[in-house]
């Protein structure tokens, strides 16, 4: 069935975060675009992209909004970025054992801090598995699942695209059955735009209409 663009039943909001490096912008790339790009560049400030995902008799519009600026710790900055997010995903580098241990000292700490949503749906995600220098084993991953409470684990590689689609269908499954009814996120005009302008995020039509980026 074709899908217009503004048709769907609930918004849903989906917050990427991690560490600089562990590949938010390329998993990002990889569930939008289906590619891989070697020339990925730091993201500045936040972005966000949208997709259509059907599920059983309900037709979603995910949001995915992609962070940069790890070390902004401006209190207004973070609070708006959290702001009305039903899904944060997780991401650490396997190859990277300090963007593991941040999973918990930084990130969930920053996470309960900002986001008291009782609904809220908790995404682990460890990418670059096409690597073989893992620094992280099976075991702490699960124990690190079990003791944050996260909802799932995926071991991921937006270079091979192994596991990034399967990621949004739990999303929509998890909205479907537990959150029948999201309330749509309202940004007005009036919200503060800074974006990077290389790619669609720039304050066309169609952001003012639908949404907005934070710095
Ligand atoms: N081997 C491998 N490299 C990746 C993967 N995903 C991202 N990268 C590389 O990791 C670096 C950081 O990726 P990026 O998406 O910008 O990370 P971000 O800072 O978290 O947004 C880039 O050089 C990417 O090419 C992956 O699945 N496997
Ligand atoms: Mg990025």
């Known amino acids: 069935m074709a899908v217009k663009r503004d048709d769907f039943d609930q918004l849903v909001k989906i917050s990427l975060v991690g560490d600089t490096g562990v590949g938010k912008t390329s998993?990002?790339?990889r569930h939008r675009c289906n590619i891989f790009s070697l020339?990925?560049?730091?993201?500045?400030?936040a972005e966000f992209y949208s997709r259509i995902s059907k599920y059983n008799d309900k037709i979603y519009k995910l949001q995915i909004w992609?962070?940069?600026?790890?070390?902004v710790d401006s209190?207004?900055?973070?609070?708006?970025?959290?702001?009305?997010?039903?899904?944060?995903?997780?991401?650490?580098?396997m190859d990277d054992r300090k963007s593991f241990e941040?999973?918990?000292?930084?990130?969930?700490?920053?996470?309960?801090?900002?986001?008291?949503?009782?609904n809220l749906m908790l995404i682990l995600i460890g990418n670059k598995t096409d690597l073989n220098t893992h620094k992280i084993t099976q075991h702490e991953i699960d124990s690190l699942k079990t003791r944050c409470g996260f909802h799932h684990y995926?071991?991921?590689?937006?270079?091979?695209?192994?596991?990034?689609?399967?990621?949004?269908?739990?999303?929509?499954?998890?909205i479907y059955n537990i959150k029948p009814s999201i309330e749509p996120i309202i940004c007005t005009d009036k919200t503060p735009l800074?974006?990077?302008?290389?790619?669609?995020?720039?304050?066309?039509?169609?952001?003012?209409?639908?949404?907005?980026?934070?710095?």
């Open 194 to 215: 800074n974006i990077n302008n290389n790619n669609n995020m720039s304050k066309t039509n169609e952001t003012k209409k639908s949404c907005c980026v934070i710095i």
């Open 39 to 45: 020339s990925s560049q730091s993201t500045i400030g």
């Open 102 to 118: 941040n999973v918990e000292k930084k990130w969930l700490a920053q996470i309960q801090k900002y986001l008291k949503s009782k």
């Open 66 to 71: 992609d962070r940069g600026g790890d070390d």
């Open 75 to 93: 209190n207004s900055y973070i609070s708006a970025y959290y702001k009305g997010s039903d899904v944060v995903i997780v991401v650490f580098s």
């Open 27 to 29: 998993i990002g790339l």
């Open 154 to 174: 995926f071991p991921v590689s937006a270079i091979t695209g192994m596991n990034i689609a399967i990621i949004f269908e739990n999303v929509c499954q998890y």
